[in-house]
């Protein structure tokens, strides 16, 4: 895997898509889980656990990384369903407010009961498990997690959404 300084990354930010892979956890109570963001883009909104897929790094070996760092899960990529690929577009970035943020995500979903006050806290500040229903009419729940369970995401996963922060 590759990782680059701070001033390359910010170079990569500000003129190429990220890929990275979201996951859309479940617990037993079909309830999804997620995190209140203390990074920017997003800073503040409640999202679902997720992280970029490294340089040289396969996509499974992202899977493995991602959820193991989000959730301290030990699971395979085979253990979880592709949900599809979305567009990810920020005004910011983790780098600097002036410089936007094109994330194409890869999106999982995969089932546990994860104990919320085991979860770290580098990237998000708190946890809550919450229905789909109750995060479409959240508005402190972002626009790109509502995606995953808007029933006409086809429509939604090709349609750039610059206007939404």
Do not use: C
């Not at 990074?39 to 790094?57: C, D, L, Q, S, V």
């Not at 592709?82 to 936007?100: K, N, Q, R, V």
């Amino acid at each position: 895997m590759s990782y680059l300084d701070s001033n390359t990354f910010a170079t990569v930010v500000e003129n190429t898509p990220l890929i990275s892979i979201d996951l859309i956890i479940r617990n037993s109570k079909n309830e999804v889980l997620l995190g209140r963001r203390l990074n920017a883009p997003a800073k503040g909104f409640w999202f679902t656990p997720g992280g970029r897929i490294y340089k040289n790094e396969t996509m499974a070996e992202a899977f493995t990384r991602i959820i193991h760092d989000e959730t301290g899960l030990t699971r395979t990529i085979t253990d979880a369903t592709f949900i599809g690929p979305f567009e990810h577009f920020y005004d910011d970035s983790l780098m600097s407010p002036s410089i936007a943020t094109h994330y194409v995500v890869l999106a999982y979903e995969i089932h546990a009961d994860i104990d919320l006050s085991a979860l770290p806290h580098s990237q998000h500040g708190e946890y809550r498990w919450t229905s789909a229903l109750d995060l479409m009419n959240d508005d402190t729940v972002h626009a790109h997690v509502k995606w995953y369970f808007n029933t006409q995401s086809k429509t939604i996963k090709t349609t750039h959404h610059r206007d939404i922060v």
